[in-house]
Each structure stands twice: as structure tokens, then as C-alpha cells.
């Protein structure tokens, strides 16, 4: 009996003393290393129309108080998310902030996530100190009005898993400082002034599922390298100065859906496997890539404004070099194709009665080219459909042609 006492008296000491712990460790304060640097943070914003900072006070404890702040069990903190465009149940609110990046903010040495995405008037240059943040796994520094180069020490944050500077004024060449980030599977640096080339060390990026590189000044040619990034769901490398040809390598990226090169400067043969693609206002020599047919989950293809300098009578760009409808046949799930925009290139021939197995287009535009023959019914119930600026009939007229034609000639051979 006194043997079952002491059990039951060492199980509750256990269980209170267990209890004290998560008691203590739920109403852990704020770290006073971390209350400094956020408020060193806010003595930078010299203004807060919306109020983003108004509860970032010395009167009040910043884990549970401040908004916009979180932290772990033992007070530092883990989340800092002061975003300029932010929604509620019933509200969207629009707002801004003026101001510098505070280096202080590098003496979160827990910080997992920095997001200040949306604010405008975020300005000066990201502080190299910011690389010091090891455990960051997602940064946010968006659609602000940041300058200067992205910090050589970013490389440090081998954690890091999102990186958006999307939209703010960086300078500089295209980083080479991203080979050491495995982790990462998000890369935007769209619409900013980055300039030089693409570096061979993209290929380090092996997590990588979307980069977006777009609206820069980029120049030179893509990388082979870039088709090592196997897991690539999503490249966008619109809108700059690329030259060259488009790398074969590009076509190991399976899982590639969206591929935009347009508004480049691309020269040369265009790849034989690419299956998702925006090319549009470009200089590209060659064909249409036969090999388009062969994936099955193209959604909207776009080659509008393709240059064929290479053949002055654009026979190489063909219908069946462009789908494969003949060689791949039923291998294909043809279905999945909904858009496809062919406009404004010198496309001839024919429509072939192959394009039937289309049957989930909603839109279908041919206008402006070359094409002659008739409209495939199937085609012309499509409700997006053009085929203005071309020598195309009905398919019903089409019988009437060759009746009159064949009357035409017995009449002159008579």
C-alpha cells in the first residue's frame, strides 16, 4: 500500500511539474534581443498611414500583443508578416509604408519568416546583414521600391525555402550566389533591373518548382544547366535580352506547365521538346517543336508573333509538324489542350481534320497567316474563335468549290 502511495505521489509530482513547464512555457515574454531590433525596425518607418506598427509598443509584450509578430515557446521570434495588402472576412485594405529595412532585424536569429510584401514605399537597399538569419525558410520583400544588389550573403541561408523580390528596383547582374540554396522551391526577381546572364550555377537550385526571371535586362544566352532543375513546374524569363538559342536541356524539364520566353531576343533553332510555352515576339529560326503533342497536360500553348527567318516560305512551320496528330495518334490525350493561339505568323497550308481530336478547345486562333481550305466543322462551334486575315472557307462551301471547279474545266476542255 505504501508502495502504491509513493508511485502516485511520483506520477503527480510528474505531472505537475510538467504542467509548470507548458504554463511557463505558453507565457514565455518576448526575448528583450528581439523586442529591440523590431522596435529599431519601426523607428525607421517614418510613415504608417494604416497603422500597420500602432500595437509595436515598449508597454506591451510583443509574442502576444503586436500584430504581426509571432514566436516560439521560449519568446523569440519565429514570424514577422506586415503585409500592404492584406483581407479579412468582410474587408480588403490597401495600404503603405515609407521607410528603410533596419539591419536589426538580422538579430532575430530565430526568424523563420520576414514578410513585407506590398508596401510601396519600402525603400534603400535590403542590409547584407540579413543573411545572417539561418533558420529563414520564407522572404517576402515584394512589390516595394528596394534598390541596390541582392546581398552576396544570402547564400548563407541554406534554409530557405521562398525567396520573392518580385517588383522592386534591384540592380546589378543576375545573381550567381544561389548554387548553395537546395532548399529552395520558389525564386521570384521579376520586374527589377537585374542584368548580365543566367548563371551555369542555376543548376544548384534543385528544388526549385517556379523561377521567375522576367521584365529584367538579362542578356546572353539561357544555360544548359537549367535543365537540371528537374522538379520545374513553372519558368518565366519574359521580357528580357536574351540571345542564343533556346537550350535542348529544357526539354528534360517534365514537369514543366508554364514556359514563357517572349519579348526576347532569341536566335537560332528553337528546342524539339518543349510542350508548354509562350515564345511570342521573338527572332526564332526553325520549326514549330514536333515533339508539342507528346505531353499530355498542355493546357495553353502560344507561339503568336513567331519569325521564321530562316525559311523565307515557312514550310517548315506545319500543322502536323506543329501537334503530331499523325505520329502520336491515340498515344496522346489530346484532350487536355483548351487554348491554342497561333496568330500572327506565316503559317500555310491547311487546317487538318485531325485538329477533331481537340475536343476541349474553348479557344482556337489562326488569324493572321497563310492558312487556305476549309474550317473543320468542330472548329468553327468553337465560341473564341478567329481565323481573320486568312483565305479559309466554310466546310460546307468547300463541295461547292470543287463542283465548280470541275465544271470550269469540262466546260473549257469542251
Known sequence: MEAFSNTASLFLFIFLFLSFLSSSSSNATCNPIDRAALLHFKSKITHDPSNLLRTWNYSTDCCTKWEGVACNSVGRVVNVSRLGLFSGDDFITDTSMTGTLSSSLANLSSLQILNLSNLKDLSGPIPPQLGSLINLTHLYLDSNALTGQIPSTFQNLIHLEKLRLNSDRLLGVTPSIFQSLASLSELGLSRNSLSSNIPETIGGLVSLDKLDLSANKIIRNIPSAIG???????????NNQITGSIPPSIGRLSKLNTLDLSQNN?????PTSIAYFKISENSLTGGIPPSIGQLTTIQRPFVSHWVNGSQSTYRGISWRGLLRFDDVGDRVAMDSIKHLVLSHNQIGGRIPESVMKLKNLVQFDVSE????GCIPEHIVSIPAANFRGNQLIMG???PLFLLANTLARKIEND
Request: avoid cysteine; charge should be negative; charged fraction near 20%.
Open 228 to 238: 537540371e532543375l528537374n522538379k520545374l513546374t513553372s519558368l518565366d524569363l519574359s
Open 266 to 270: 532569341h536566335i537560332g533553332n528553337s
Open 369 to 372: 497567316n497563310r492558312l487556305s
Open 396 to 398: 460546307w462551301v468547300e
